[in-house]
């Protein structure tokens, strides 16, 4: 085992000293910084303290959006009809059914699936090209109940100082019940995050019925356990762990970072060379940074800003709250830490640097890439028919001689009916002269078939046998001859055709 | 190695104290605590296992567990929730008559996939997968029915069987014409012939005329006097294009010589009327009920 850091190193800030007038300089090291990581320690405590301004506010709006829509959408109810889940946003894995608001995919429909996530994917791409990591900073799960965890401690124990006071106490009954509420607190959001999980995969107000009854699937229990402890360890114990060591994201982004991405950076050309400022000092030959450590101290990663663009930083800006509050006491110009471009940080002259530009080959080809796929799923699902044929031929046997010397074939007919209402049907067949056409349960033998009736939202399957009389057997070429079967929606007139084969003994 | 405390000067960490080839020594750098306490609540979690489920065997039996749990009890119950889903629709068939089923989908469709499993499980085996049949055992996807291809009549003969030794089996026998020495072979051979010349295969016209001489004679009574066969005999339409024992002038001979007469179980007994009549409306859906 690693010997502890000493206790004292943790509380000493109270007694540090200013870094300028009215600044207190806060004893913080930047634990998750490469010079202070070592690989054979375990991980240190991050404590941080709280931040207030834009972008603070920001991400408790994008928290709130963000749960809000977690937490509420199973309870929105869409009404589509008798015998349908009145759920919006339901994934009926038992059924085989996704339901979104209006939409709703069937199995073989799941290419939408795949698109919806290519267009994520490539919106994710978008976004981290034109502002860097916006997603990790604000709306990636892992941040916000990363987040919403380090609220409910500051609740219970208090900020950054009070915390650490409290950590390096002895176990004194205030230390026992601040710990246990923040934990219970924790375990609480986690079943409710699991507990909602289960409710889109089926009905909201049954399985809550369910589950409190005890009477849900033991799946469901499993699932709302799994994810209720994987909220709690990960929320609220691993935290920056999570996206330092865990996460793939991280080491793909830099792939989408150009010169004009914009960043959550320092900018070291108007900071350097930093130092504490002392009352009546002049501003020049010097740079703005008071090196107060405020951006360390309210940093959730536990870096600091101030050594450039680095893996562990998540860019939420909360640093730039930081330095912003303590630039407005020292009087200086606000935005020392701010959203800039690696083109501006790199540059070694004032001329050079220049307001940064969206259009760029790079977000061209995004935007272009994302128009595309949306365009192909537009027009894919503007040409969605609401009916579905598959038509399967018998391959045992795959003909039947009759008595009187006719050839018969039999197939499996699949209607798909998508809409919400029972549909009528008729079948005929095509393409070969004097076929007769029987389906199983139906009297009428010769002529379209009428009133195949299929329910709302279901398959039929139907058995058909196509006969070819003595008399029609002239209009069959070698062992197969093309035919198609004709399904016409008996209210719309719509028809589909779908091809198939007649086998026979041969020429 | 009790004692040793070196540390290591690069990393700050412990060594083992094990040293190779002079100064290459190893970190001691033990499993995470957490990862520590896995292997043992797992220790804990099998102990458990073995008092609560069926573990350790014994020459005559195993333990048996305190919770009594057994995969095969889990079959059963599966089985028997199987049944119970099933319950109401099996009562519907058993009360209907196989037209009444056919007329209501659901029920239709319950009969046909029972039937077809069925009709794996138990029929498959003589007449192939896909009721193809195979010489000697019948195509049922076909309209030519020895014994009547209605649903009662196709439902009779799986009850009852053919040649079964069942009291209501289907009964009839070809005779040995060669055998029994009833005819000789150059009259077997015109009857052949003959019968071949009913289904439009021509032959030599004197033969054709011998055979049928020998026709009127002696199959007539059972095939009937055009060959077009009789239902209460299960003597076969001879005059199609559907031959069971083979329809070559060999094959016909052959036929005529040894007489034929395939035999099939009588299922009555062997499984439930209302499995029976599931067979026998997948039968009838195979494309050649009448």
């Known amino acids: 085992m690693t010997p502890m850091e000493p206790v004292s190193k943790f509380i000493h800030e109270a007694h540090s000293g200013e870094a300028a007038p009215g600044v207190q300089r806060i004893d913080v090291d930047a634990v998750s910084s490469k010079e202070l990581r070592s690989y054979y320690a375990s991980r240190q405590p991050i404590y941080p303290k709280r931040a207030h301004g834009t972008f603070r506010s920001v991400k408790w709006i994008v928290m709130a959006v963000t749960l809000g829509i977690y937490y509420l959408l199973p309870w929105i109810r869409w009404h589509r009809g008798p015998g349908l889940p009145d759920q919006a946003f339901l994934l009926d894995f038992a059924n085989q059914r996704l339901y979104f608001g209006p939409i709703e995919i069937w199995p073989q429909e799941l290419y939408f699936i795949t698109g919806i996530l290519i267009v994520s994917a490539l919106g994710l791409f978008l976004v981290t090209s034109l502002a860097g990591r916006m997603w990790c900073g604000y709306t990636c799960p892992q941040t916000v109940w990363t987040d919403l965890m380090i609220a409910v401690e500051r609740f219970w124990q208090g900020d950054r100082n009070a915390r650490m006071r409290l950590d390096h106490s002895s176990w004194t009954f205030e230390k026992i019940w601040k710990k246990t509420a923040t934990h219970a607190t924790w375990l609480a959001i986690g079943l409710a995050t699991g507990g909602v999980l289960v409710f889109y995969f089926r009905d909201a107000p049954t399985l809550a019925r369910e589950l409190l009854t005890g009477e849900a699937p033991v799946v469901a229990y499993v699932f709302m356990g799994l994810f209720a402890f994987t909220t709690y360890l990960l929320g609220g114990i691993a935290r920056e762990q999570v996206c330092i060591y865990m996460c793939p994201w991280p080491r793909i982004q830099a792939a989408m970072f150009d010169a004009d991405s914009l960043i959550v950076s320092y900018k070291g050309y108007r900071g350097e060379p930093r130092g504490p400022h002392k009352k009546g000092q002049t501003w020049d030959n010097r740079g703005d940074c008071v090196d107060c450590k405020a951006c360390v101290a309210v940093c959730p990663m536990g870096i600091d800003i101030r050594d450039g663009v680095q893996l562990e930083c998540i860019q939420c800006a909360l640093c730039i709250d930081a330095c912003n509050d303590i630039m407005g006491k020292v009087d200086r110009p606000r935005g020392l830490i701010a959203y800039d471009t690696f083109r501006n940080l790199d540059a070694t002259d004032a001329s050079e640097r220049r307001p940064v530009r969206f259009v760029r080959p790079r977000t061209v080809l995004y935007s272009t890439l994302i128009a595309i796929v949306l365009g192909i799923m537009g027009w894919a699902w503007m040409t969605r028919s609401a009916v579905e044929v598959s038509v399967i031929a018998d391959r045992n046997p795959l003909f039947v001689k009759l008595s009187d010397g006719g050839i018969r074939n039999g197939y499996t007919l699949k209607i798909l009916n998508k809409r919400h209402a029972a549909q009528r049907f008729s079948v005929s067949v095509d393409g070969i002269a004097g076929t007769e056409v029987a389906i199983v349960g139906h009297e009428a033998r010769n002529g379209p078939e009428s009133d195949i009736v299929v329910d709302a939202d279901a398959v039929r399957a139907l058995k058909v046998y196509v006969t070819v009389p003595l008399g029609a057997k002239a209009g069959l070429s070698g062992g197969s001859t093309p035919l198609s079967f004709v399904v016409t929606d008996l209210e719309s007139g719509a028809q589909v055709i779908r091809d198939a084969a007649f086998r026979s003994p041969g020429p | ?290």
Not at chain 2, 174 to 197: C, E, K, N, W, Y
Request: aromatic share 10%.
């Open chain 2, 1 to 290: 190695m009790a004692g040793h405390k070196e540390i290591d000067a690069v990393t700050g960490t412990e060594t083992t104290g094990h040293v190779w080839d002079g100064d290459l020594k190893e970190l001691n750098k033990p499993l995470p605590r957490w990862w520590l306490y896995v292997l043992y609540a797992c220790i804990v979690w099998a102990i458990g296992y073995w008092i609560a489920f069926p573990a350790w065997p014994f020459l005559d039996g195993y333990t048996r567990g305190v919770i009594g749990y057994s995969q095969r009890n889990e079959v059963a119950k599966d089985l028997a929730a199987a049944k119970e889903a099933q319950a109401t629709y099996l009562a519907a068939i058993a009360e209907r008559t196989p037209a009444e089923i056919e007329k209501d989908s659901s029920l239709m469709e319950f009969a046909l996939r029972g039937g077809g499993a069925q009709f794996a499980n138990n029929c498959a085996p003589c007449h192939g997968r896909g009721a193809q049949g195979f010489k000697g055992y019948p195509n049922l996807n076909d309209d030519d029915w020895l014994w009547g291809g209605t649903l009662e009549e196709i439902e009779q003969t799986i009850r009852n069987g053919i040649r079964s030794g069942h009291t209501d089996s289907h009964e009839s026998a070809m005779p040995r014409f060669g055998i029994d020495q009833v005819l000789t072979t150059a009259q077997i051979s015109d009857a052949a012939t003959f019968v071949l010349s009913l289904s439009g295969t021509p032959g030599d016209a004197a033969a054709v005329e011998r055979g049928k001489a020998i026709f009127d004679e002696q199959c007539a009574a059972c095939h009937g006097p055009e060959g077009k066969g009789m239902r209460e005999m299960g003597a076969p339409n001879l005059t199609d294009g559907i031959w069971l024992f083979g329809g070559t002038k060999a094959d016909i001979e052959e036929t005529i010589r040894t007489g034929r007469g395939g035999v099939m179980p009588a299922w009555d007994g062997k499984l439930d009327p209302v499995t029976i009549k599931m067979l026998a409306i997948y039968v009838h859906a195979l494309g050649g009920g009448k």
